[in-house]
Nanobody, 120 residues
């Protein structure tokens, strides 16, 4: 079992920045693929970024968002720059011991989510 706890969400103006954090409970954190997803009201959960053997991003965030991880702290981060109103969503951290792709249904462990609101 892996418990994930996100933090760092909030309200920011368009063009601003936020950094999300996700702390994992498991000491074998470094072996897990870590992903960030988001879900806006009335929409399906969508992939944002993942860090495993490779680092991948959704086209909509490429060049603006950066995923990073500190294995010593069991923490993964999502640095979000040049935020847009369409980035408004609940952001979720996810973990999986094997899967490293974009399909949220394949990730085994999830955090509770943190709200990000970008005002225009």
């Amino acid at each position: 079992q892996v418990q994930l706890v996100e933090s760092g969400g909030g309200l920011v103006q368009a063009g601003g920045s936020l950094r999300l954090s996700c702390a994992a409970s498991r000491r074998t954190f470094s072996y897990y693929v870590m992903g960030w997803f988001r879900q806006a009201p009335g929409k399906e959960r969508e992939f944002v970024a993942a860090s495993g053997g490779n680092t991948i991003y959704a086209d909509s965030v490429k060049g603006r968002f950066t995923i990073s991880r500190d294995n010593a702290k069991n923490t993964v981060y999502l640095q979000m720059n040049s935020l847009k109103p369409e980035d408004t969503a609940v952001y979720y951290c996810a973990a999986d011991p094997h899967y490293s792709g974009r399909d949220y249904k394949e990730y085994d462990y999830w955090g509770q989510g943190t709200q990000v609101t970008v005002s225009s």
